[in-house]
Every structure is written in structure tokens, then in C-alpha cells.
């Protein structure tokens, strides 16, 4: 009997451990937007209102399917601008945020892909997130190389403002 318990144990404790490491995993996701949420302000103070310019001015969003930049995405066309949205997902992405974005893929780690999306656009901003928290090199490569990456090409292709 007690070694029948003990294999119960055993067999259900990887299941209890899995469940509260998925918890704490939306924990910590939840944690991050609701800080990005509190700085999307200042991510779209530079982006005025209608009134201006802004029919001209195309905007590349990265990552505009997810949380924070669908938020983006929607108060940028609401106030005029063009945006092209990069994401994996273009058929979710049309059925979420419509048409009216010009949707493109990119891969984040691979500098001629992310070339290829920057022409035309006076504007970026990168909201892209690396999937899964457990895989560091992965966010170090696109939280940091990603982003650089991309800082550089873009200002070699004059884009006037990097977010």
C-alpha cells in the first residue's frame, strides 16, 4: 500500500508542478503588460493626433498582433496613420485588426527579413515579444540583437523615429 501511494505521488506531483509553474508563468506575462500597458502613453505621445500629416506617414508595428501591439495598432490608425503590421499569424491578424494594415511577415533573427519590411515607413515601433520565459538566449536575442539589428537598419533607411 505504501509503495502504491508513493508512485501516486510521484506521478501526480510533475502535474501539480507543471500547473503552478503555468500559473506563475501568466502571472509574470500579465505582470509585463500591465507595465507596458502603463507606458503605452508615452510609446504614442509623439504620434499626434489627426490634423496633420499623419495620412502620410506609415508606421511599421512589430509585433501588432500581440497585446500590446494590437493596442498600437488600433490607437495609431485611429488617429490616421498607415500602419504595416509585422506578424506570424496574417490570417488571425486580418480577422482581429481588418484589412486596412498592410500585413508582412518578418523574422526577428534574421537581419535581411527585417530589411525587407522597413522600406517606405517613417516610423517604427517594436513590440514584438519573445514566446516563453524559460528560453533566455532567445530573449536576449530579440530583446537585445533583434532590436539593435533593427535600430541600425532602419536609421540607415531614415526612418525618423525608432520606439
Avoid: C
Avoid at 499626434?48 to 500629416?53: A, D, R, V
Avoid at 527579413?113 to 530579440?142: C, K, M, T
Wanted: hydrophobic share 40%.
Amino acid at each position: 500500500q505504501l509503495q502504491n501511494d508513493h508512485t501516486t505521488q510521484q506521478k501526480t506531483l510533475p502535474d501539480r508542478t507543471r500547473v503552478l509553474h503555468d500559473r506563475n508563468d501568466i502571472l509574470q506575462r500579465r505582470a509585463v503588460v500591465s507595465k507596458a500597458a502603463a507606458a503605452l502613453p508615452l510609446v504614442l505621445a509623439g504620434f499626434p493626433e489627426k490634423g496633420w500629416s499623419a495620412d502620410k506617414d506609415l508606421v511599421l508595428v512589430l509585433g501588432a498582433t500581440g497585446p500590446i501591439g494590437q493596442y498600437v495598432t488600433r490607437e495609431l490608425m485611429s488617429r490616421g496613420y498607415k500602419v504595416r503590421g509585422v506578424t506570424r499569424y496574417q490570417e488571425e491578424a486580418k480577422r482581429v485588426l481588418g484589412s486596412k494594415v498592410e500585413w508582412v511577415s518578418a523574422d526577428l533573427n534574421d537581419a535581411g527579413s527585417l530589411a525587407a519590411v522597413i522600406p517606405g515607413v517613417s516610423q517604427v515601433i517594436f513590440a514584438a515579444g519573445a514566446h516563453g520565459w524559460e528560453d533566455l538566449e532567445n530573449n536576449r536575442r530579440i530583446y537585445g540583437e533583434a532590436v539593435a539589428e533593427l535600430a541600425r537598419l532602419s536609421a540607415r533607411q531614415g526612418v525618423k523615429k525608432f520606439v
